[in-house]
């Protein structure tokens, strides 16, 4: 009979990493279905590129490296970092953006720092900040949703969207883009920003075809997926509650109150939860276990202040929306916060710091 | 430890310090350009070398610029170290600097315009890269003059070199030309002299701006110790055999 000796924490949990990125990756796919479902096949497509990327990217350095690259391929966290961008990506974005971007994020953020588990950011989230300063226009070129285009795209002309910037019938990006009435479509939150340069109110600019009951069409059900598959991660206890639960509630309340100073600048809470790419942030991205806040009170804080900084990034900033911005500031004070919130050690007292 | 210098031969007093010069010479290239690279190992000077080297041409200009100011102000210190009075030597030293930058701006402001106007403020900001500073307090204060006037010409070619490596590596990237404005440094003929080796639809923005000269930066760094380590393990062998065979059993030597 032998004892395994084993150090701290005791508590185990039945899942390694491999199974946890698997399950991660698993609840993360109804939001992509859906969001293909919604918007055309592109996201599927840059999907396939990015994971193919990814994981011959990580085969190469980690050979390079002289490690065992079997070991890092198995347990699925390049295919979750390629999924991941792959959701960020417009969907008929050309396809080496999803190339540089995934081989950013493993050569780059994910191995350049010694792999997984010391990474100090999210690496989906540094390569899509990469992509989205270096390539603004590819990365801004969001579709409308597919029942209000003009123009619809089926599997074949998304692939050659991506891969030659023209469909089969020789339309190109900007005129895919068109909604029934032939203007050019933006994302909801791209939309109202504009608008509201234009010097409209928030409830006219709620008035374009994109809006519905005052969501975006579309990104309320992309959200809603992502939303379930974020509550099955926190049943499976994959997740703690406390970075979605935190960034939603200081999100929503960011908005409230800004929204009842001035409701003809500021959009309503359920606006700015349901639009963009918010629940798959908040499930999916923040909860990073390798780069987010690692105690209970710091994931607190750590969620909080995403939200605080989405808000303020989306509302006075340049760019339409900030989870990726906001991801990789806080991912910056990560260490600070760990450093305040430690946990007392058992046996010690309050001042024992 | 010092075998071989003692079996050196010693036949007069003028080949020793020749051999000593010599000596220090070339240890003084090797730090400056490699071992001791003011950009690359020391990490002086890192807001001109960030900030400038969005061309290749940007990188030489403002290079050449550091390096005439260090062989000036290198040379400066070392012929008045013996009147300066130890605790008024910083501001002296600051002095010096600040008035070979003055020479040097205005010397581009006349001859080279265009890439005055582009390198802007970094010019008279020359005299805070502690690259310069630092030489002057470290090497230039306490060696002759033709010493520290050739630290100052190797510490500044070392800078340069890594200001046009790393100035190349972001043109190439973002512009994909190489060379690219050459002619506001060098004069007209060297229009000729700009490669373009493909004209991107869409310039790969990062390597242009700030971030991706962080990165370069720390490429090169990396590039840097892989280099060394293999220089290292290169010289080490026959060494490391040598010492295996001396079976010693004292702690003396």
């Known amino acids: ?353 | 430890m010092s075998d071989t210098t003692l079996d050196a031969p010693i036949d007069n007093e003028i080949d020793i310090d020749k051999s000593a010069d010599n000596a220090e010479y070339k240890n003084i290239s090797w730090q400056g350009l490699w071992k001791n690279n003011a950009a690359l190992v020391q990490l002086l000077g890192l807001c001109p070398l960030l900030a400038v080297t969005a061309t290749l041409t940007n990188g030489l200009g403002l290079g050449l610029a550091t390096t005439l100011v260090l062989i000036g102000s290198n040379s400066t210190v070392s012929m008045v170290r013996n009147l300066v009075p130890n605790e008024i030597r910083i501001p002296v030293f600051v002095m010096v600097i600040a008035s070979f930058v003055t020479i040097v701006q205005l010397l581009m402001n006349a001859y080279t315009f265009e890439l005055y106007q582009a390198l802007g403020i970094f010019i008279p900001l020359i005299v805070t890269n502690c690259a310069i500073i630092g030489r002057a307090e470290a090497y230039a204060c306490k060696n002759p003059v033709k010493f520290a006037a050739f630290d100052g010409l190797m510490m500044g070619l070392g800078f340069t070199l890594v200001l046009v490596i790393l100035g190349a590596m972001r043109e190439l990237l973002g512009n994909g030309t190489l060379f690219d404005g050459a002619h506001l440094l060098l004069g007209d003929w060297a229009q000729s002299l700009k490669i373009t080796f493909f004209t991107p639809d869409n310039a790969f923005l990062l390597a242009i701006l700030p971030p991706g000269a962080f990165i370069g930066m720390g490429l090169l760094i990396a590039l840097k110790n892989v280099l060394n380590n293999h220089l290292e393990k290169r010289f080490e062998q026959p060494k490391a055999a040598s010492t295996i065979t001396r079976a010693r059993v004292t702690a003396d030597s």
Not at chain 1, 82 to 107: K, N, R
Not at chain 1, 134 to 154: G, N
Not at chain 1, 163 to 185: K, N, V
Not at chain 1, 256 to 279: E, N, P
Request: with cysteine; glycine share 8%; hydrophobic share 55%.
């Open chain 1, 1 to 353: 009979m032998s004892f395994k000796l084993a150090s701290s924490p005791h508590q185990h949990s039945q899942r390694n990493t491999a199974q946890l990125m698997r399950l991660v990756i698993w609840c993360a796919l109804p939001g992509l279905l859906v969001q293909s479902w919604l918007f055309g096949w592109g996201s599927l497509i840059h999907f396939a590129l990015a994971t193919v990327t990814a994981v011959v990217t990580e085969v190469i350095i980690l050979e390079v490296r002289k490690r065992n690259f079997e070991v890092a391929i198995k347990d699925s966290s390049a295919i979750l970092t390629a999924l991941l961008l792959a959701v960020s990506i417009p969907p008929f974005a050309p396809w080496w953006i999803s190339v540089i971007g995934a081989f950013f994020a493993i050569a780059i953020v994910k191995q350049l720092y010694g792999g997984l588990g010391f990474n100090l950011f999210n690496p989906a989230m540094a390569a899509y900040v990469v992509l989205l300063i270096s390539f603004p226009v590819q990365m801004t070129a969001w579709l409308p949703p597919a029942s209000i285009a003009l123009h619809s795209a089926d599997f074949l002309d998304s692939l050659s969207m991506i891969f030659t910037q023209y469909s089969r019938e020789g339309y190109s990006l900007a005129q895919l883009q068109a909604g029934i009435d032939g203007h050019t479509m933006a994302t909801p939150l791209d939309q109202l920003k504009t608008d509201l340069t234009l010097g409209m109110t928030y409830s006219e600019s709620l008035n374009n075809a994109i809006f519905d009951n005052g969501l975006g069409i579309g990104w309320l059900w992309v959200n809603m997926a992502y939303l379930a598959g974020g509550l099955v991660l926190l049943k499976q206890k994959a997740i703690n509650w406390h970075i979605p639960v935190s960034l939603l509630l200081s999100l929503a309340v960011m908005a409230t109150l800004f929204h009842l100073v001035d409701g003809d600048r500021f959009a309503s809470a359920t606006f700015h939860l349901f639009s963009g790419g918010i629940m798959l942030g908040a499930f999916f991205i923040a909860t990073d276990p390798v780069s987010a806040a690692t105690t209970n009170k710091g994931r607190l804080i750590f969620g909080a202040a995403i939200g605080f900084w989405i808000y303020l990034i989306r509302i006075f900033g340049g760019y339409p929306d900030a989870i990726a911005f906001s991801v990789l500031i806080m991912n910056m004070a990560v260490p600070l916060i760990d450093y305040y919130f430690r946990p007392r050690t058992y046996g010690h007292g309050r001042s024992a710091r």
